[in-house]
């Protein structure tokens, strides 16, 4: 019991700290659970082949198939229609939507999905996009619980009540697993109160402000990345003639020098390229495409014996607003490039993109990008071609927020993708299947008619979630192995003496819901249900309503912006500060938490 509390303690320091990666922090927790015997060895990986982890793998692929197939552009587009372009109309749809999807999409990937749609349609009505994404975010995590497929605490929340019925004391009775629309009475009704929160209170809550940089203009314009970013001027093409000091030195050298224009595009000979990689050399007749005011350009084409061409001649093609432009982007914390500089990545060597800025909060970075170590939810002025930016995003490391021109990629496979989305959920309602055959049967229909190929099904998955999952789930089993939920749970009783089951209650959603704004809900969820379910055994309570309470308190984060992935997507774009989730989301907290309470009591009465 000790070595379990000791690695329940790291884990969560761990996961505040940020010291270790978690994915990394979860690995060296299950490893350790394995050389200490805390399980039997045989079932130390059991996680990985878990019902929950499969069953978040196949929910993943499936989600991606119906974005590759174009059901987010017909959303955005029935969006438009539904709203007839006024702002409270506007809000309540984006929400309800989002409210439907989130009840089938993992909530990081809707909000990756959602983050663009919500930008186009606030660029074509003119409504700030500082009063539609926070609500947006908001209602994912409030509209999450509706049904067993879309949220992880909830999917692992069965594999942790097999757990805890193979360590119940004698005579008590099995716990039931949850069926895929078990928690529908709650998700519905938790999902209600968000729409109806913002519907209410965003114009209270979320005034409009006079800063330009919450301010959405259509296509994301010059004029908005000068207001926001100071990033001014215009485009223009400097020859490098044989006398000018240029010729022979790097793009990282030339941006060195002092007022040295942005360069965006370079032709030596017949090879013209978009962001060229610093190492890339300059030679005799080469032509850059520079961005900067005219004044800058002159100065610096005079210093460096270069001829300036104030049309775009020979790099027109590049710089076509239909080919390429200035966009933004946020990186979730799932990205590979957080904790590293903008030179490290060597983005414009591997996607043929250029960083112009880097905004945090109320700063913005725009000397020196190179040197900026990134964070999850920074956003990144970006400038590229846009199949190089379609293409960078496939990955999953940037979420491109800006609308840029492109073409639904399989349109054709609409029905595909969504008749086998459709099968997968029948699958799991109507018969005996685990979550996890259901799921996958769905996934695997989309691979075999062409909605998605392999390679874009591992892209899909986001596989620093699986490992944390599937390495944490063990935690949970050990926990109740050793008998430490049950030990935590007498040490509860015992301070809280006779207190009735509603001061419980209370105080296990509490405690969850702390827990789940430093740490992963998952992380929460594992380390609270076992403790819920020896409560409820202990005071004579209903084991499935406990768990079933941790399980929805966990998603309750709408205090940080670092509580949950969807919300520190949101944060960079809307240029929401600290304030501002506190004053939205602590109303919020305290009725999730009270709809929570009693929804739950109703149904298990």
């Given amino acids: 019991m000790i070595l379990v509390l000791g690695l329940v303690g790291f884990t969560m320091l761990m996961l505040v700290l940020e010291w270790i990666r978690a994915d990394m922090v979860a690995l060296l927790v299950v490893v350790v659970i394995g050389l200490t015997g805390l399980i039997p060895s045989d079932r130390v990986f059991n996680g990985f082949a878990g019902n929950a982890v499969i069953a978040i793998i196949a929910i993943m692929i499936m989600g991606a198939g119906l974005d590759r197939a174009g059901v987010l552009s017909l959303t955005a587009s029935f969006v438009m229609r539904m709203a007839r372009g006024k702002e409270s109309r506007l809000g309540v749809v984006i929400n309800s939507v989002t409210s439907l999807f989130s009840a089938v999409i993992p909530s990081q990937a809707l909000a990756a999905l959602m983050i663009p749609v919500t930008s186009r349609l606030s660029a074509r009505t003119g409504v700030p996009i500082s009063r539609l994404l926070l609500p947006m975010g908001f209602c994912i995590l409030t509209a999450t619980n509706t049904t067993l497929i879309a949220n992880s605490p909830l999917i692992v929340l069965n594999d942790l009540i097999a757990s805890a019925n193979a360590n119940l004391p004698p005579g008590a009775h099995t716990i039931p697993k949850f069926g895929l629309f078990s928690v529908t009475p709650v998700g519905l009704v938790l999902a209600l109160l968000g729409i109806t929160y913002f519907w209410l209170f965003t114009r209270r809550l979320l005034p409009e402000r006079e800063d330009e940089r919450l301010k959405v203009t259509p296509g994301r314009t010059e004029s908005y990345f000068a207001e926001t ?218 691979l075999l008619t062409g909605v998605l190929n392999m390679d874009e099904a591992y892209k899909a998955v986001n596989w620093k979630t699986i490992f944390v999952t599937a390495c944490l789930i063990p935690l949970g089993w050990s926990m109740d192995a050793t008998g430490t939920a049950a030990w935590l749970a007498q040490q509860v009783l015992l301070h809280l003496g006779d207190a009735s089951p509603w001061i419980l209650q209370v105080s296990l959603a509490v405690l969850t819901l702390l827990f789940s704004q430093v740490m992963s809900n998952v992380g929460a969820t594992v380390m609270m249900v076992p403790i819920a379910i020896s409560v409820a055994v202990a005071t004579g309570g209903n084991p499935s309503a406990y768990a079933l309470i941790v399980a929805v308190s966990s998603s309750n984060t709408f205090l940080l912006s670092s509580g949950h992935p969807a919300l520190m997507m949101v944060a960079g774009p809307g240029g929401y500060r600290g304030k501002d989730f506190l004053r939205v989301g602590a109303p919020l907290t305290l009725a999730m938490l009270v709809t929570t309470l009693v929804v739950i009591n109703l149904m298990f009465h």
């Fill in 229 to 446: 970013y100071g990033i001014g001027g215009e485009t223009a093409e400097l020859t490098v003639t044989a006398e000018s000091p240029l010729v022979g030195m790097s793009i990282g050298e030339v941006e060195q020098l002092h007022g040295a224009p942005l360069i965006l595009a370079i032709k030596s000979g017949n090879d013209a390229r978009m962001a060229p990689p610093v190492d890339y050399v300059i030679w005799v007749g080469s032509v850059l495409g520079v961005l900067a005011p005219r004044e800058e350009v002159n100065r610096f084409a005079n210093n460096q014996l270069c001829k300036v061409s104030p049309r775009m001649r020979q790099l027109g093609e590049l710089f076509n607003p239909t080919r390429a432009g200035i966009s933004e982007a946020v990186l979730p914390p799932s990205s590979r490039f957080l904790k590293q500089s903008v030179g490290e990545l060597r983005l414009r060597k591997r996607y043929g993109i250029s960083v112009l800025a880097v905004n945090r909060g109320d700063q913005v970075f725009r000397d020196d990008v190179r040197g900026v170590n990134l964070r999850a939810g920074d956003t990144l002025v970006l400038h590229s071609s846009w199949r190089d930016l379609a293409l960078a995003a496939e990955d999953k490391d940037l979420v491109v927020v800006t609308d840029i021109p492109k073409e639904e990629q399989r349109p054709g496979k609409i029905w595909q993708a969504v008749g086998f989305f459709l099968l997968a959920k029948c699958l799991a309602l109507f018969t005996h299947l685990d979550l996890s055959v259901a799921m996958m049967t769905g996934a695997i229909g989309m």
